[in-house]
């Protein structure tokens, strides 16, 4: 079946870090691959996707490469912000199971 | 655009009784409606997959008798939980898929129901 593993959190950085969080996944088929974004009381969001093998997902700063090779999706951000403090959700979606997949979740906290 | 809302934001139920929860897409037509349950480790699980005019799809584990999805039109679902003990305290949320767009879902808000 499809699975989504996401790195342990809660990542903490310092604003205007570089961020990393990792994304592996396991799936039939051909996925496509989700990041969202879920602040504090709040339902998810879609921050970025890519449809297809090399395509680059990008949004606010962020971004992520769908490497088929390695079966990953990392997200990076370059500076982040107190603003960006939130919990990222990895997911993937296939015809087949016609639902997304989601990852456990990484809080990320940014600070002062 | 692909405003998805929540009622009630927040609502606090005695043990044994019903709570119903709605869900609406405000600006699209969604054809398929998805409920999911959010445990205290943050962990996201999908509850059931509803279509519009159609009995939702479980999945293995929920009950479908405690969960009541209907999906009465292509703008509303509705989750009733039936017969609410504590361990049914959670956060609710529920997101609408427009077209079979690869997955682009456009989630609710949230509800958090407190059983005492």
């Known amino acids: 079946g499809n699975s989504v593993t996401q790195m342990e959190g809660p990542v903490t950085l310092s604003e205007e870090a570089f961020l990393t969080i990792n994304c592996t996944y396991t799936a039939t088929g051909y996925p496509s691959l989700f990041w969202y974004v879920q602040y504090p009381g709040e339902g998810l969001q879609l921050l970025l996707k890519?449809?297809?093998?090399?395509d680059k997902g990008s949004n606010k700063g962020f971004e992520a490469t769908y490497r088929k090779e390695t079966t990953s999706f990392h997200l990076e951000k370059g500076s982040v912000q107190v603003s960006d403090s939130a919990v990222y959700f990895c997911?993937?979606?296939?015809?087949?199971?016609?639902?997304?997949?989601f990852g456990t979740g990484t809080r990320l906290q940014v600070t002062l | 655009g692909a405003v998805v809302s929540q009622h009630p934001s927040r609502v606090i139920c005695k043990s044994g009784t019903s709570v119903k929860i709605e869900c609406r897409s405000l600006d699209f037509q969604a054809t398929t409606m998805f409920w999911y349950r959010q445990f205290p480790k943050q962990s996201l699980m999908l509850m059931a997959t509803s279509n519009e005019g159609s009995k939702a799809t479980y999945e293995q584990g929920v009950e479908k008798d405690k969960f009541l999805i209907n999906h009465a039109s292509l703008t509303l679902s509705t989750l009733t939980v039936t017969s609410a003990h504590p361990e049914d305290s959670s956060f609710y949320i529920c997101?609408?898929?427009?077209?079979?767009?690869?997955?682009?879902?456009?989630f609710g808000p949230g509800t958090r129901l407190t059983v005492t």
């Open positions: 997911a993937l979606y296939t015809g087949t199971a016609s639902k997304l997949t």
């Open positions: 997101s609408a898929r427009a077209t079979i767009k690869e997955g682009e879902q456009y």
């Open positions: 890519a449809t297809k093998a090399d």
